[in-house]
């Protein structure tokens, strides 16, 4: 039988204040280095963007994880923890990137379906929003942040080949994760309404 798209995002305010919840606290745990922030972990900031383009529906949500963001990189830098290296006038490029990731998320919702054929799908997806959300978030410093005297493209596309892979990479393991623990939770849900059934 063939699968016909299926809505990512959840049908219920409960759960969706609950997948808010937990991507807020995906972001606060592995975001910068802070009283919450989890070392072991890579930050999660652009797929926390990613799945809430994709899993949530109010679009308030897109400014409101930038707030969060923002808030965590301003305390930290009030506590100490990181430098003002990355706060330049570039740090506003991060913006344009987030929301492209949010997009991305966005755009792979009405891609979506509920069988193997989603796994491609997302892959190309995902290469295609790490690819503009690394353009504008260190192609943006790269510019105009002010730290690199002559900054051309000569210089920023011999960066690619290390920053990249890592960026993409991230945003690819935490969305496989997020989408794996969602087949899980819809398979779990389905079989105990079947159980119902049967029940009733």
Known sequence: MQAHAQPLPLA????????????AALMIATRGQHFASVDALPSASWAVFFLAGALLRPMWALPAF?????A?????????????WCLSPAY??????????WLGGHVY???HVDDWRM???????????????????????????GRYPEPTW??????????????????????????????AWRGAT???????EVVS
Do not use: C, H
């Open 72 to 84: 965590l990189d301003l305390g930290s830098y009030a506590a100490g923890t990181i430098s003002d």
């Open 66 to 70: 930038f707030v969060l963001a923002t």
């Open 119 to 145: 796994v491609p799908r997302l892959a190309l997806v995902l290469v295609a929003t790490a690819s503009v959300a690394y353009l504008l978030s260190k192609g943006g410093y790269w510019f105009f942040s």
């Open 92 to 101: 506003w490029a991060l913006a344009f990137a987030y929301a492209a990731l």
């Open 12 to 23: 219920s305010t409960r759960d969706q204040w609950l997948v808010g919840l937990a991507l």
């Open 190 to 196: 389905l079989r105990v309404r079947r159980v119902e």
């Open 154 to 183: 000569q210089g920023f596309i011999a960066r690619v080949p290390t920053y990249y892979p890592r960026s993409l990479g991230t945003l690819a393991g935490y969305a496989g994760i997020a989408f794996a623990l969602r087949a």
């Open 109 to 111: 919702r009405n891609l």
